[in-house]
């Protein structure tokens, strides 16, 4: 079926929204961006589509950024990678020394000749950092050029980079992710974009590389809409898997058993089949953490203002998340909110 065209549905903008501000690519500080110096485990096998191989860039090689950069590598497609910290480039090309990847120095060299430039970083400011100004990513695209960011950030700053990438000809495609580092390794991500749809088509054939679902949502910002909307979502379900839990355990059931059984009803989710019995464990190092989930839920917080959305649930659980906080959590998974229910 073909998708139905919809007229508009490119770079959208809103008058109260302000042009995003250049800034010193390269230079970017972030709490959020200590992940990026972890050292990185093996990619998992994956069957990759047939596709012509393209010349790609791929800014920003964090937890997220490095596996599917890799998988971009190990699908055929002619690699370029820049990151703040040049040895995270350095071990790439390493890594994957017989895909032959290139490193450099800047975001706008390492763009330059790119087909396609993918981007994976932390906040909205580190995304204006690594695309704008005289060495960012804008400056060395062709014009034809595809930009398309994983980085989960505001909607608003989607609307501006794309407004201004559409300046010099060039697309841009919001397209952040789900499915944590396993999903990256593995090469399984769900990936929720916004742009303009024939960018999006474009895009496509080169990121089921690390995906397992890539879809176009809409206008420009819809990926981060969408994004915003998961985050909502899995705010609730792991308070209330955490809240089933304790309740257990204070019941002095065997929570495990639980699980097992109420795993297979109406309670049964990702959260629970994947994450129920690591929180009875008291075991919180699997992936996604604290940190950045507060980070993406400030970002729910500020559309909801602007929009009107009514989210007293997801606000409450930020506040909690703010608790794992302050008992030492912040590196902890989002699953350790069942740590102040003990």
Not at 131 to 152: Q, S
Not at 261 to 266: P, Q, S
């Amino acid at each position: 079926m073909q998708r139905r065209r919809k007229p508009n549905w490119g770079c959208a903008t809103q008058g109260h929204e302000q042009p995003a501000k250049p800034a010193i690519a390269g230079h970017y500080h972030s709490v959020f961006h200590h992940q990026l110096d972890t050292p990185m485990s093996s990619l998992n096998p994956k069957t990759y589509d047939t596709t012509p191989a393209m010349s790609v860039a791929f800014i920003g090689l964090g937890v997220m950024g490095f596996p599917m950069a890799g998988h971009l590598a190990l699908a055929g497609h002619r690699v370029t990678v820049y990151n703040r910290n040049a040895a995270k480039s350095q071990a790439f090309c390493q890594e994957f020394a017989a895909q032959k990847p290139q490193h450099a120095p800047t975001p706008r060299q390492a763009a330059q000749g790119a087909d396609l430039v993918f981007c994976c970083v932390g906040n909205d400011d580190d995304l204006r950092s690594v695309i704008l100004g005289p060495d960012g990513a804008l400056a060395g695209m062709n014009a034809g050029t595809v930009l398309i960011d994983h980085t989960t950030a505001s909607a608003m700053v989607a609307r501006e980079l794309c407004v201004l990438a559409q300046k010099q000809g060039v697309a841009f495609v919001d397209a952040p992710v789900s499915g944590g580092q396993g999903g990256a390794q593995n090469g399984l991500l769900t990936v929720m974009c916004g742009g303009d749809e024939a960018a999006f088509e474009r895009a496509k054939p080169v990121a089921m590389a690390f995906s397992r679902a890539f879809t176009w949502m809409g206008a420009s910002g819809a990926g981060q809409l969408t994004k915003m909307v998961n985050q909502i979502c899995i705010a609730g379900l792991v308070q209330g898997l955490s809240e089933g839990i304790a309740f257990g355990q204070r019941a002095g059931l065997d929570v495990n058993l639980v699980l097992d059984v109420i795993g297979k009803g109406a309670a049964q989710s990702w959260q629970m089949d994947n994450r129920g019995k690591t929180m009875v464990a008291d075991k919180f190092d699997f992936g996604f953490a604290v940190d950045w989930m507060r980070k993406d839920l400030g970002l729910v917080m500020d559309e909801a203002k602007r929009n009107g959305a009514r989210v007293p649930v997801t606000a409450l659980v930020d506040q909690f998340y703010g608790d794992v906080q302050g008992l030492g959590g912040s590196r902890w998974d989002t699953s350790s909110l069942v740590k102040r229910l003990k």
